[in-house]
């Protein structure tokens, strides 16, 4: 409902004065349990047990301690999860294709249930990929120093393959190394940056808006790095990642070392479940909703009690190394 | 039907017939509209046949002139004359009746007469036109407001509105305070059928609902069906309001020109040909473009590297000629127009090199423009005395297109970069419809209507078309939405009959066929009304009505915007319905005071509302994957005492209501109350006519507030890889919180001059805090929930100068 943002303008400036009063709306409501996880295929995993609140008298711990956590998976008990500072912990590792059961009973707050099936990796390729430097130069220049900053594009095809009939859901990201340290990151030798981020123009990644939304005037043309298969569906789809605001750093580092630098590529199989909770997350509030003009978004849950998310997800890394490409320019950034 | 009479009756009889005075200026208007006027200044019985002044226009000019003499020049060249006897004034014809007058929208409800016109003396005075038909039709719920109805309700902004007026009617609700919504009997916005002059429009809101679409200045009289429809109408489930506008004079020019504080109107009408030909127009126009550009420029001269643009306009146009071929033969043919237009954006320059070079340069530009447009050729025809026909061809459309664009100049870039977004939408639905409508009056105690209509509708929901050039690399994208073509095909017949003086019966049948999608979709709506008359002044009436609705909307929203798309009903969802019984009393006191009650039970099948979790479809998927379909219910009682004569009218009126809806899937396929659902809603109306230059009109409302998904309590999200966690609220329920009961006060007052009159209006004078939603903010850090209300006290002036 973006666009409608520009209609509520001249609705807040004719009539609209947005009064707002302190409230209390005089109801509570019976705090429950909140259960949340992200099961990562092959890894043990924690839960989060927490309880509930009414929003404007938020306690001054809401974690659950006293609950016992059942895991079970396949319909089969495996154990029970061992409590660790507010974190519930498993030793088991669950595969791809197990269908995790989690119960949670607090004698305080109740029982908390939710089911997840652990994905399948994502199956996908890359291609040949291209670097191209845009423009460099050298800040300082001090013997067997470099001192410098690099603009490069980087373009890397992946093929993205679906093979079985079942609608799939994925995240993507991408990280290059090595990154900046948010406080020394003045002092680290070599860093590589991207803030590209036009290929969510890419139609699969702007299925966040939703069908109803496209009717409403959503004219948001931005994506968010989710997406499913069904553009691909037993088919395989190539994407374009074509990065083009990428940054090499040279801070005072020896021309004659080898600094490794590269990418790492991520898609990772969600399970439907935490796709639907992210694509809540990233919908985010909206004008209309605060001035009672629409009807808030239903936050999605796969937990009994409406609270919490129980997620699976399931990743395939990819790394390319780009040192022979920036090794050159450390060597010589004028 | 010529020894029908309704008598009419108005107040305190301690002024004289002879020593009463009024002033009165009419050029070519209806008689009834100048009558109503008279009477509404005088304190004197009027009693005259139903169909005398029907089809008749006069002229008077006069200030503060004795009645008898107003009267005389009014009804000078017409076949009317009177006569005042006592307190009484009789109103008759000179010569033989006239036959049937020509059909018009309002079914031609009667009183059967005890008596011959020629003792009219003896018949029981009863109360005004409008309360006679109340008490004798058939039907429940109907209301017939005139302009003047219209202009003595305050409302915000003091633009004077019809489907605000209709908020101070019982059972009628506003949903979003300030805005024009109509929820009828606990229904929905899209629920209702209006029309003007015979054609459906789509859009009935300016500014997201604001104001209603209509300038009421060109309208001659609304008819509101919200419990019993006539045959003639279907196609929606809650109401039907029945706009015609006025016909221009025959005889002579005049026109009015007003002002508001938010917009102007300007309206003339005169003849073509004297006589038989006449043309009408009017305009109203948003000056808010006005205002805004100098505001906007004041703030862009603040700052440096941003600048805002904003402009908004909308508008309303209506024309019409009528063509007399002789008494028995009218052709009119009109246009409504109805628009509104934004366009706002930034230019951001952001980011200057050392020699002050700009190195990003940001222009953002959207434009939203809805189009509501209605035309209609009309022939009425009267065949014979027994039998009349209306005949109307018409195309009705809505129009939106909403368009984006966004460029970024990048010097940093060597060479410098040029990107843009651009996304545009478009939406339409379009009807071209031909209908007959027929009225037969065999013998005196049967009038029979019929009528068939055909409506080819083309509907396309939002067309989208992305394309973005991003790097001098470019991405397009397109979403055309399928274009749905339908048919719709609809007859009706009802009699209404006499069976006794004390019984009267209304039966119809409607029956549409929908085809869509190549599959056919049927309909059949049977009406049926009976009314007894246990004694003189009361009447009992018990109907059933069924209506049937092919075209709904969908909407993520509360309030009108031209986002909001109509589709048919499609695939296997099967058409809306609803049957309502509603039982009625309707009893006139002395001195044009009456009492309706009225108890109503509705039941709708098939109604739409969107899944619950309908952010999650894809744009890709149909939206018919994104509607579920369940049932609704509804009751409660419409209580009204009303004053209709004198110089002090209104009414007083209480709503009780329970409004339902339940979805397989929506709530855990739990019953939940309907959002606009107002348990308890009272209103207040006083029209006070203080003499020949001032009025003032009061307006108090209170009701039981709207229901609201709250959601008291939070739980924490997990901070997945966006590094935080934040507050989810927790779902307890759909509408599971009634917001607190919110009431106004609204004042307006009309001073008359030489040439026009003032009108000043103060809206929610006390500066209630009517709260329309709850908000989880925070308040000196810490978290609090917070109530939104919209609206405070807001005065108006206009001026309308007439001519």
Redesign the interface.
């Known amino acids: 409902?973006a666009?409608?943002k520009?209609?509520?303008?001249?609705?807040a400036?004719?009539?609209?004065?947005?009064?707002?009063?302190?409230?209390?709306?005089e109801?509570?409501?019976t705090?429950?349990l909140?259960m949340?996880?992200?099961i990562e295929a092959g890894e043990p995993f924690e839960v989060?047990l927490?309880h509930?609140?009414?929003?404007?008298e938020?306690p001054k711990n809401?974690h659950v301690d006293d609950a016992v956590v059942r895991l079970y998976v396949n319909d089969k008990f495996i154990e029970n999860l061992e409590h660790d500072s507010d974190k519930y912990v498993s030793t088991y590792s669950p595969e791809s294709g197990e269908t995790v059961r989690l119960v949670a009973e607090s004698s305080t707050y109740g029982k908390a249930e939710a089911t997840v099936t652990v994905p399948t990796p994502p199956e996908y390729s890359i291609g040949d990929f291209r670097f191209k430097v845009l423009?460099k130069f050298a800040l300082e220049i001090e013997p067997d120093i470099a001192n410098g900053y690099a603009k490069f594009i980087l373009s890397l095809p992946i093929t993205l393959s679906d093979t079985d009939t079942e609608k799939n859901y994925f995240a993507f990201?991408f990280n290059m190394f090595p990154t900046a340290d948010y406080e020394t990151f003045d002092r680290q030798p070599v860093y590589l940056s991207c803030y590209s981020n036009?290929y969510l123009?890419?139609?699969i990644f702007?299925?966040?808006?939703?069908?109803?939304?496209?009717?409403?005037?959503e004219?948001e043309?931005y994506g968010i790095p989710l997406f499913?298969d069904?553009?691909f569906r037993e088919e395989d789809y190539l994407l374009n990642l074509?990065l083009?605001d990428c940054n090499l750093r040279i801070n005072d580092a020896d021309m004659n070392s080898i600094y490794d630098t590269g990418i790492e590529i991520s898609v990772s199989s969600l399970s439907p479940e935490l796709y639907?909770?992210?694509?809540?997350?990233w919908?985010g509030s909206d004008e209309?909703?605060?001035?009672?003009?629409?009807?808030?978004?239903?936050?999605?849950?796969n937990v009994s009690t409406?609270?919490?998310?129980v997620g699976a997800i399931s990743t395939k890394r990819h790394t390319i190394s780009l040192t022979e490409y920036t090794t050159p320019i450390i060597q010589n950034p004028s | 039907m010529k020894r029908a009479f309704l008598v009419f009756i108005a107040v305190s009889l301690y002024i004289s017939v002879n020593a009463t005075k009024v002033t009165i200026h009419a050029v070519d208007r209806s008689a009834e509209d100048v009558f109503a006027e008279i009477m509404a200044q005088t304190n004197l019985n009027f009693v005259y046949p139903s169909d005398l002044l029907t089809d008749l226009t006069v002229t008077v000019d006069a200030k503060n002139k004795p009645l008898g003499k107003v009267l005389s020049a009014m009804f000078k060249g017409s076949d009317v004359t009177f006569r005042i006897k006592g307190d009484k004034v009789i109103l008759m014809r000179k010569a033989k009746p006239k036959p049937l007058p020509l059909p018009s929208a309002e079914p031609i409800y009667v009183l059967p007469a005890a008596e011959p016109s020629e003792k009219l003396e003896e018949v029981v005075v009863l109360g005004t036109r409008n309360q006679s038909i109340a008490l004798d039709a058939t039907d429940n719920g109907t209301i017939t407001l005139n302009n003047s109805n219209i202009m003595n309700t305050p409302v915000v902004g003091g633009e004077i509105d019809i489907i605000k007026t209709l908020h101070h009617q019982p059972g009628v609700a506003p949903g979003v305070e300030g805005f024009a919504g109509l929820l009828v009997h606990g229904g929905e916005n899209d629920e209702n059928l209006i029309t003007i002059d015979n054609v459906p429009v789509y859009q009935s809101g300016h500014i997201g609902g604001i104001f209603s679409a209509y300038n009421t200045d060109v309208i001659d009289k609304v008819d509101f069906y919200k419990s019993t429809f006539p045959s003639r109408f279907d196609g929606r489930l809650s109401s039907v309001l029945d706009v015609r506008t006025k016909d221009g004079s025959t005889e002579s020019h005049h026109g009015s020109f007003r002002l508001g504080l938010i917009s102007g109107a300007f309206n003339i009408d005169g003849p073509i040909r004297k006589g038989t030909t006449s043309y009408s127009f009017g305009l109203r126009r948003t000056w808010l473009d006005a205002i805004l550009a100098p505001t906007m420029a004041y703030i862009n001269s603040r700052e440096e590297s941003l600048k805002n643009y904003l402009n908004f306009n909308f508008n309303d146009l209506n024309a019409k000629i009528v063509h007399r071929f002789n008494e028995d033969s009218k052709l009119s043919a009109g246009i409504y127009y109805s628009s509104d237009y934004f366009k706002g954006g930034t230019d951001d320059i952001f980011g200057t090199d050392s020699s002050s070079t700009t190195i990003y340069n940001e222009k953002g530009r959207t434009k939203l423009r809805w189009d509501n447009l209605a035309v209609s050729l009309n022939w009425t025809k009267r065949f014979s005395d027994k039998f009349t026909g209306e005949f109307t061809a018409a195309l009705s459309r809505l129009y939106t297109k909403i368009s984006s664009k966004n460029i970024l100049n990048n010097n940093f870039n060597d060479p410098p970069t040029y990107d843009h977004t651009f996304v545009r939408l478009k939406g339409l639905i379009n009807d071209w419809i031909l209908r007959g409508d027929m009225a037969w009056h065999p013998d005196e105690r049967n009038s029979v209507r019929f009528g068939a209509s055909f409506t080819n509708h083309r509907i396309e929901p939002n067309s989208m078309i992305r394309e973005s050039l991003w790097d001098q690399k470019k991405y397009s994208s397109r979403y055309i939405s399928e274009v749905l073509k339908a048919n719709e095909i609809r007859a009706y017949i009802s009699d209404d009959i006499t069976l006794t003086q004390k019984i009267r019966l209304n039966v119809g049948l409607s029956g549409t066929l929908f085809s869509v999608d190549d599959k056919i979709k049927t309909g059949i709506s049977p009406r049926f009304s009976i009314r007894y008359l246990p004694a003189d002044k009361l009447s009992i009436k018990l109907a059933y009505n069924r209506s049937t609705q092919f075209i709904h909307q969908i909407s993520n929203t509360y309030i009108s915007l031209p986002t909001d798309q109509w589709v048919p009903v499609c695939g296997d969802l099967k058409p809306m319905s609803a049957d309502k019984i509603s039982v009625g009393a309707f009893r006139l006191f002395p001195h044009g005071i009456s009492l309706s009650a009225e108890a109503f039970i509705k039941w709708q099948h098939n109604i739409f509302n969107l899944i619950e979790y309908s952010y999650l479809l894809p744009n890709e998927s149909s939206w018919i994957s994104a509607l579920t379909s369940g049932k609704g219910s509804a009751k409660g009682l419409d209580f009204k005492i009303m004053k209709e004569t004198g110089k002090v009218t209104g009414h007083v009126s209480y709503s009780l209501l329970w409004a339902d809806r339940e979805f397989k899937d929506i709530n855990g396929g739990k019953p939940f109350p309907a959002r606009f659902g107002n348990r308890h809603k009272i209103n207040i109306l006083l029209n006070w006519r203080i003499n020949d230059r001032w009025q003032l009109n009061a307006a108090w409302t209170g009701m039981s507030g709207n229901y609201v998904t709250f959601s008291p309590q939070v739980w924490q999200s997990p901070e997945l890889n966006l590094g935080y966690t934040s507050e989810i609220p927790l779902f307890a329920g759909i509408n599971n919180y009634r917001m607190p009961f919110q009431h106004h006060l609204d004042i307006s007052s009309t001073r008359r001059t030489t040439h026009g009159y003032w009108t000043f209006s103060v809206y929610n004078v006390y500066n209630s805090h009517n709260a329309i939603a709850i908000n989880r903010d925070y308040h000196n850090g810490r978290p609090v929930f917070k109530k939104v209300a919209i609206i405070p006290i807001l005065p108006s002036i206009s001026y309308t100068w007439l001519f």
């Open positions: 409902m666009i409608l520009y209609i509520i303008s001249p609705l400036i004719l009539v609209l004065s947005g009064c707002t009063k302190i409230f209390d709306p109801i509570s409501g705090p429950v909140c949340n996880s992200i989060e927490t509930t609140w009414v929003y404007s938020l809401i423009d990201s036009d123009y890419d139609p702007t299925e966040r808006i939703s069908v109803i939304d496209t009717m409403s005037g004219v043309d499913t069904s553009k074509r083009s639907a909770f992210y694509i809540y997350r919908n209309l909703v605060d001035l009672g003009l629409a009807e808030e978004n239903h936050a999605y849950s409406n609270a919490g998310i």
